[in-house]
């Protein structure tokens, strides 16, 4: 067995794995110092050590993250099939009818995506919360005003884009599920432009975008939008081109996990 063909192809497959180890030559000691009969018995023990440190912690992450994903899904999906099913909630015979139905289905389909993810990495699913979208009262005709329904709805989008755009670097190990992830905040940005367009027509003074820390909406959702005012992207300052307003407009501020759990707690029992 040549070990140095053996981690060249794995360095093929991952350029980035000495990277989680201390470094190439150190793997390459620490094998050196396998010898004889004995010592190519426990070879494959020793890829085994090898890939639980450079894997075994990006792994728990990555389906921490997929759990954290997912219980942001959850809160949507359940939103909108509650949404759906609220008796004259929705105007009949409009396009809403059928947009947030649309709506519903692909935040449906996010669901099932990442318990199917979760499973695969050999994780378990969290259970769905239990939820309050009146957050404790604040939004007590969320069910009964569709005004009302709409604003929380455009929250909820605007807060999903910017928590999936804040834990995309702990992917990064894996394509495929980076890959996933960065389609679902693609829908999750249409969304949210979709419900803000909607609450335009209905007379809300929001654009498809967010402008500075600006909600649209009120305090009570003031938590999804600061950090947003932002002008200055990786040390330069879009101001020197734009104006302030632009400069914010152009760019999405991602959201840490304790401020999007801080965010969505009102509305978890």
Sequence with gaps: MN??????????TDPEIYGRLDSRRSAMRS??????????????????????KAYGQTSNTIVGVLNYALTLEYLESE???????????????????GAITTIRDHEVAHVAFLKTAITSLGGSPVAKPTFDFTAGGAFANVFTNYDTFLAVS??????GVRAYKGRAGDLMSNNDVLTAALQIHAVEA?????????????????????TGK??????????SYNGEELTTQATVDITKFVSANAATEAFDEPLTADQVLAIVGPFIK
């Design 3 to 12: 070990l140095h063909n053996v981690l060249a192809e794995i360095e093929k």
């Design 190 to 210: 249409r969304h949210a432009s979709h419900v803000r367009q909607m609450r335009k027509a209905r007379g809300a003074n929001v654009k498809p975008w967010i």
């Design 31 to 52: 094998f050196a110092k396998i010898g004889g009969k004995l010592a190519l018995a426990a070879v494959p023990l020793a890829l085994g050590s090898m890939f639980k």
């Design 154 to 159: 455009q929250t909820f989008e605007d807060t």
């Design 79 to 97: 939103f909108y099939i509650m949404g759906v099913s609220a008796p004259g909630l929705i105007p009949a015979g409009t396009p809403a009818v």
């Design 214 to 223: 600006d909600s649209g909406i009120g305090a009570a959702v003031q938590a």
